[in-house]
């Protein structure tokens, strides 16, 4: 891989730097609109998405709207800062002055962030987060206790590494589905178009974390944490929690849906094996740069069943 300069990188978030009040919270979100790309709707790559009518499919984009907001925050605020802030005290000194900058860089924006969703969401729903507190978003206890055991050993599991070149590479895409569909909230919209602003330049930084961290792990280590990849990629790739939280708030407010329970619960399990979502949110096509750097790297070979589209070029 060939790194960005870390001089770079800081003089880029510099000139390019934005803050939560430039985004334009003023105007209110249209609750008679969705919050998510209908793409980002787990059951519309499935038959049983037919089921829901127009009422119904805008409730279930909102809700998914909410969660990805949500889910963000938790990535950032409970993954990404702790795992860089836990790198940068146990490395102290053998990070260049320039790259330590573009960490901290990395880290007041994760804060920003959280905080511009934070601010999305009690835009939107005034009366749900009293406290900043997520409302949707339900996570399994195995993936939580994956991600905390990261956070505590971060040049250990440097799994979380990855997570993150996958995650940041996301945002872009995610940004590109959400212009793609024009019934979405024009608010919504915005929050991810100013997130993507910055993630594009982190996943350069992330590359930085591969080369200082990653890189320097002997074999053994790099093959249990490509094994550890393969386990939490799966949890994303075959989710199972998150679409079944947002079709079971859909379901308590039109309970006519109950009769189409089973059908919904039998195509989100079958949400591993559907091509056309793996296509559309883990292929190379919308996470090159994530396949490209996976590539590089002899251990991800078996990367199969975290990520079932993953073919080495
Ligand atoms: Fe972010
Ligand atoms: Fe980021």
Request: charged letters at 25%; one cysteine or more; aromatic letters at 12%.
């Amino acid at each position: 891989m060939k790194l960005a300069a870390p001089e770079q990188l800081h003089e880029r978030a510099r000139v390019k730097a934005f803050t939560a009040d430039d985004i334009p919270y003023a105007m209110g979100v249209d609750h008679g609109r969705g919050f998510a790309p209908t793409s980002m709707c787990h059951l519309s790559y499935t038959p049983s998405y037919e089921r829901l009518n127009e009422a119904e499919r805008r409730l279930y984009s909102q809700i998914v709207g909410q969660a990805i907001a949500e889910q963000f925050i938790f990535l950032e605020e409970h993954l990404l800062i702790p795992a860089l802030e836990g790198v940068m005290q146990r490395m102290g000194g053998r990070l260049g002055t320039t790259l330590r900058m573009c960490f901290l860089d990395f880290i007041a924006e994760e804060y920003k962030h959280s905080d511009m969703f934070w601010r999305l969401l009690e835009t939107a729903y005034p009366d749900q987060y009293p406290q900043r507190e997520a409302a949707v978003y339900r996570q399994s206890k195995l993936k939580a206790r994956m991600l905390t055991l990261m956070t505590d050993w971060p040049t250990f599991l440097t799994v979380w590494i990855w997570l993150g070149v996958l995650f940041e590479e996301r945002t872009i895409d995610l940004f590109r589905k959400y212009e793609a569909d024009p019934a979405v909230d024009p608010l919504f919209k915005e929050v991810h178009r100013f997130h993507m602003l910055d993630e594009a330049r982190h996943v350069r930084i992330e590359e930085h974390l591969l080369a200082e961290v990653y890189d320097r792990t002997p074999a053994w280590q790099r093959q249990l944490n490509a094994r550890l990849l393969n386990r939490v990629l799966r949890m994303f790739t075959h989710p199972s929690t998150s679409p079944r939280v947002a079709i079971e708030i859909v379901m308590q407010r039109h309970p006519r849906l109950r009769a189409f329970a089973a059908e919904f619960d039998r195509d989100i399990a079958g949400l591993g094996q559907n091509m056309t979502f793996q296509q559309a949110n883990f292929s190379r096509g919308v996470l090159p740069q994530t396949f490209n750097l996976l590539d590089e790297y002899p251990e991800m070979t078996h990367l199969r069943e975290g990520l079932p589209l993953y073919n080495r070029k």
